[in-house]
């Protein structure tokens, strides 16, 4: 018996029954019925096709009744035409069409494994194969070939499985070459998942230029940082120096160098690329992107626009809810649009102000539903722990906080608010280095429910009262972006007056000092969460008068135009929304 011949590979193939064609009869008897009518009979035998199939099998065990020798690498393996054509497009064509071979009676089939041929003609009598790792991917493409569009299919999904950073480079790049789109896409997103650990492995260092700049575009990458993405671009470079420094221009293209810190960008990137002359103007618009912040809305490029994974993740904190008052905070992932459960704040607080101090959470002041508040507590992102800092000088709620600046000692300023009895005009700022609160110079005017940002690194207030004659229309939720202020939704009257909510959008543009109408939300309402997620602006829930809302939209700059985000849990208005840094490892 030759190695190819059909009967060798029964043990390790064969996962049907091999009955004869005596021994199916008893069983095919026991199948059959019988159905009359006046004038007629009719049988149906519930296991013909079977006990056909069966015997075709067998006569392809005995190789009987075979119209046709398939040849591969010197393997001859005989088999039936007609079985071929009906599991096979690609025999279909050959043996039904007017190609010469649909004449021929042994058939050569070129730059085909004859192990996987032998495996798939056997497939083509009993439905079964065995997928082994160490030949999945011959059989894949042989599967591919002859158009046995089910084991295809099955093969990518045993491949699915088999992904690891040591593999997945090689399945992307396999499964491209094979044009399995399902499995092509599901091999680069575990890439981009695990790049930290793909590029320790020899598939990555083994890559070809075009094939690591097309890695390099995504914006997927999961990496805590663009340090990351140059670390590895110069681990690949410095794998064969002297034929891959050339690359360097090229690829440097593909590293956001202006979102690296001014350190960095010296002590490594310009040691490292700064004495080639094509790296310098891509350095040069790093420098001029941290001197000259004023200036960044003309620098802005694909090179400026953070990575997904580096953005951080938003934090929707308290606000009102169907409840009267929600305690519990939602955690959403930019990289799986989706939102989960988080902590709950340590005590029951409405009318809060929120501020994020490197990576520690400060919830200032506030109302527990009987009395308004002074006091301040702290979650560390880190360690997800709860502790208590100095309170304010003064109990507010209705407050607006922000932070100035992105120091690990920048201000915290607390601005106006109430008390329970007034409305208040002052401002308190807290100093993280001294760890105590102090009065400043207070506002114009009393006001509470105001919005507060930082831009340019000075405190800006916004409410009704103070920018009508300049405001188009009365808005509530602010946040600064781009080097521009945005206010979201709001009422067309003032607040204590009946008024319809608004999906207006309006930014403003402190160098010309005026106010301009922006694309409309989706659905038009107040007491917005909102904030700076990356470089776009997120809205999170509302109030349109009736209900609370659980609306999750986000603010694209360049096309002018809202998107629609997953939705948080509960429908929430007048919640904190803050961006949190990423993790360094798994909240």
Request: glycine letters at 6%; charged letters at 20%.
């Amino acid at each position: 018996m030759s190695a190819c011949d059909p009967q060798k590979s029964e043990t390790a193939n064969d996962n049907v029954s091999t009955n004869s064609i005596d021994e199916g009869l008893p069983r095919e008897f026991s199948q059959i019925s019988l159905t009359s009518t006046s004038s007629q009979d009719e049988f149906y035998n519930n296991g013909h096709s079977e006990v056909a199939l069966k015997n075709i099998y067998g006569y392809y065990r005995s190789q009987k009744l075979c119209d046709v020798v398939l040849i591969a690498e010197g393997c001859r393996i005989p088999a039936h035409k007609v079985v071929l054509s009906s599991c096979s497009e690609y025999f279909a064509a050959m043996f039904t069409g007017s190609l010469k071979e649909a004449k021929l009676n042994e058939i050569v089939l070129e730059r085909v494994d004859a192990t996987a041929l032998q495996s798939l003609v056997h497939y083509c009598y009993t439905g079964v194969i065995e997928l082994k790792e160490e030949s999945v991917e011959v059989l894949l493409s042989t599967a591919s070939l002859l158009q046995l569009h089910a084991v295809t299919k099955a093969c990518c999904t045993f491949l699915m499985k088999q992904l690891d950073p040591c593999n997945s480079l090689g399945i992307a790049l396999f499964a491209e070459h094979q044009s399995c789109l399902t499995l092509h896409k599901s091999a680069l997103e575990y890439t981009y998942q695990h790049f930290i650990e793909v590029v320790k492995h020899p598939e990555y260092l083994s890559l070809q230029v075009d094939q690591l700049a097309n890695l390099l575009k995504s914006d997927d990458l999961n990496v805590i940082s663009e340090e990351d993405v140059f670390d590895s671009v110069m681990t690949w470079v410095q794998h064969d120096n002297i034929n891959r420094e050339k690359h360097l221009p090229t690829l440097l293209k593909l590293v956001k160098l202006p979102l690296l810190s001014s350190e960095y960008l010296i002590d490594k990137v310009e040691q490292s690329c700064g004495k080639i002359q094509e790296c310098q103007p891509l350095i040069m618009e790093a420098v001029k992107w941290h001197l000259l912040p004023e200036r960044r809305t003309s620098l802005s490029s694909h090179r400026t626009r953070p990575r997904t994974s580096t953005i951080g993740r938003l934090l929707a904190i308290g606000g009102m809810d169907g409840n009267k008052g929600a305690s519990n905070m939602e955690i959403y992932d930019p990289r799986t649009n989706t939102w989960s459960p988080f902590m709950r704040m340590g005590t029951r607080r409405l009318q809060f102000g929120v501020a994020v101090l490197q990576n520690k959470l400060i919830i200032v002041g506030g109302r527990d539903g009987l009395k308004t508040l002074n006091t301040v507590d702290c979650f560390d992102l880190t360690t997800l722990s709860w502790s208590t800092l100095a309170a304010m000088n003064t109990h507010r709620h209705g407050l607006g906080v922000a932070v100035l600046g992105n120091g690990p000692h920048a201000p915290v300023y607390a601005v106006g608010g109430h008390d329970g009895w007034i409305y208040l005009n002052s401002v308190e700022r807290w100093d993280a280095a001294s760890r105590t609160w102090t009065v400043v110079a207070p506002m114009a005017g009393a006001r509470s429910t105001c919005g507060v940002a930082a831009l340019r690194d000075v405190v800006n207030f916004a409410d009704i009262r103070i920018m009508i004659k300049k405001m188009l229309t009365y808005n509530y939720s602010i946040c600064a972006a781009g080097g521009y202020l945005y206010a979201l939704g709001g009422h067309e009257a003032p607040a204590n007056t009946m008024g319809g909510r608004l999906a207006c959008v309006e930014r403003y543009d402190p160098v010309t000092d005026t106010w301009t109408l922006l694309a409309r939300l989706s659905y038009a309402r107040d007491a917005i969460g909102s904030c700076l997620l990356g470089d776009r602006i997120v809205a999170v829930g509302g109030y349109d008068g009736v209900q609370y809302l659980n609306l999750v939209e986000i603010y694209d700059a360049e096309s002018n135009t809202w998107r629609n985000l997953a939705p948080i849990s509960i429908g929430r208005a007048g919640a904190a929304v803050v961006a949190v840094p990423p993790p360094h490892r798994t909240l």
